[in-house]
C-alpha cells in the first residue's frame, strides 16, 4: 500500500538509486519501535540518516492519511449500546471505550537490553490497546 499511494518517490535523485517503499517503512518502524538516532537506523539499514528522517516523515504522513479507513467513531446506535455495557460492568457512565496498556515480558535481547527494563526491573515490551 505505501508503495502505491505515491508518498515515496521512486526516481533517482542526485544520481543515487532513491530508498523504496520496503526501506521506507522497515526505517520507519524501527525508529517508531525503538527511539533509536537516525544515524543507527541509517547503519542500520545501509541507508544516509537524511533518507531515514524522510522515510520517517513520509510513512508518518501515509499513516495518518489511513486513519479514515481504520479508525471510526461508533455509530450513535453502537455508542448506546457500549455505554450501557460499560455501565453494566464497571459503573461507569457515558463511556463508549478505554486504552490501556500492559508490559509483556521478553527474555533480555543481546544488544541493546537495558532499553527493555521496565519500572519493575523486568525486560518487557509496552503493549497499548
Not at 541507508?47 to 492519511?65: G, P
Not at 521478553?106 to 541493546?112: G, K, V
Request: proline share 2%; with cysteine.
Amino acid at each position: 500500500m505505501l508503495e502505491q499511494s505515491g508518498c515515496v518517490p521512486s526516481h533517482c535523485h542526485g544520481g543515487r538509486q532513491q530508498a523504496g517503499a520496503e526501506a521506507h517503512l522497515l526505517a520507519a518502524l524501527d525508529y517508531f519501535a525503538n527511539q533509536q538516532s537516525y544515524r543507527l537506523i541509517a547503519t542500520k539499514f545501509g541507508l544516509t540518516e537524511s533518507t531515514v528522517l524522510q522515510a520517517v516523515r513520509r510513512v508518518t504522513n501515509w499513516l495518518v492519511s489511513l486513519r479514515q479507513m481504520f479508525i471510526r467513531w461508533p455509530s450513535v446506535t453502537r455508542q448506546d449500546e457500549l455505554s450501557l455495557e460499560f455501565a453494566k460492568r464497571g459503573g461507569i457512565e457515558n463511556v463508549v471505550g478505554a486504552i490501556d496498556g500492559s508490559h509483556i515480558n521478553i527474555i533480555a535481547p543481546s544488544h541493546n537490553n537495558e532499553d527493555y527494563v521496565n519500572r519493575k526491573s523486568r525486560h518487557s515490551i509496552n503493549l497499548q490497546g
